[in-house]
């Protein structure tokens, strides 16, 4: 399946964006989905994951509230809404998609991912 991320760009801090990620060449509804970033200077991190079906989503402690994972498998698109942003919040933002047999399936470990998107620039600033 290939990935191709979009709706990045610049944000002033407390500012909002919602990424897209668009799915092709394979069944969409088998791949459990996720969000990861970059930071300048940083390793790339975990930042929300969804399961085949939607129902099932799964956020590091910190950053429940302001994030949203989501899916439209009729679309074989996958979003993700970004809220109170900061500038902390700047990176670059990756999709990811790996085949799962259970719906409910949620991944959290990079490792774990077969397919990645080449990402969309995020920038909070004033």
């Known amino acids: 399946v290939q990935l191709q991320a979009s709706g990045g760009g610049l944000v002033n801090p407390g500012g909002s964006l919602k990424l897209s990620c668009a799915a092709s060449?394979?069944?969409?509804?088998?791949?459990?989905m996720g969000w990861f970033r970059r930071a300048p200077g940083k390793g790339r991190e975990f930042v929300a994951a969804i399961g085949r079906n939607g129902d099932s989503t799964y956020y590091p402690n910190n950053r429940k509230g302001r994030f949203t994972i989501s899916r439209d498998n009729a679309k074989n698109m996958m979003y993700l809404e970004l809220d109170s942003l900061n500038v902390d919040d700047t990176a670059v933002y990756y999709c990811a998609a790996v085949r799962v047999p259970v719906d409910n399936t949620i991944v959290v470990a990079q490792s774990r991912y077969e397919y990645w998107g080449r990402g969309t620039q995020v920038t909070v600033s004033s």
């Open positions: 060449g394979g069944t969409f509804s088998d791949y459990a």
